[in-house]
């Protein structure tokens, strides 16, 4: 008996080839920060930024895509040429049983060596620390913003605070003009 010479591939029905998704959340897919660290702006300069891994348990991941993690007191510190980062409160998982995480544990954060390096050096300079600034998911990683920061005196704070009040006003009246020019 011959052979079928051509190959015949029957389209499948278009109605369950796709069938809707579920939107994903948010801060899981990397949208929106999982924590930010409003706060460190207003106290410190942040001059240098860099992105760290954190080495977290899986009851710590699914309380961050819960939204419980806050980074308000929380800094870096470099010891041993290792990166932590202490007092990140992370809380506890909602579905979690008695072997749930400690929420204020010490968590070692993944750089590479020369990143380290650069970071020490930067924060043995008078005054200098880590801050976290924000936290996120990358690629399904939780990923964490470090900046290199300087401590604001209270003159620095209200300095600041009268800029942005000065830039306020500024696009307010440049706003009213062209409102009031008929554009």
């Given amino acids: 008996m011959p052979r079928q010479s051509s190959h015949v591939v029957v389209p499948r029905d278009s109605a369950d080839a796709k069938k809707p998704a579920r939107p994903r959340d ?8 999982a924590a930010t660290n409003r706060a460190a702006s207003h106290n410190y300069f942040l001059l240098d930024r860099f992105e760290a891994g954190v080495a977290l348990r899986g009851t710590e991941v699914k309380s961050i895509r819960e939204g419980k993690a806050n980074l308000k007191d929380s800094y ?4 041993d040429g ?4 202490l007092n ?3 809380g506890p998982y909602s579905h979690g049983n ?18 380290v390096r650069k970071l020490l050096s930067k924060t043995q300079i008078k005054g200098h620390t880590l801050i976290p600034t924000r936290l996120y998911f990358r ?3 939780v990923k964490c913003e470090l900046a290199v920061a300087k401590g604001k005196q209270d003159w620095d704070k209200r300095e600041t605070e009268r800029r942005r009040e000065a830039d306020r006003e500024a696009r307010a009246a440049i706003k009213a003009n062209k409102h009031r020019m008929g554009r």
Avoid: Q
């Avoid at 290792?82 to 980062?85: I, P």
């Fill in 88 to 90: 990140m409160h992370i």
């Fill in 26 to 33: 948010p801060v899981a897919s990397g949208e929106r920060d």
């Fill in 98 to 115: 008695i072997a749930n995480h400690d929420e204020t544990r010490t968590r070692k954060l993944l750089l590479h060596r020369d990143e």
């Fill in 139 to 141: 690629n399904g990683r």
């Fill in 82 to 85: 290792e990166a932590f980062l």
């Fill in 76 to 79: 870096g510190l470099i010891k």
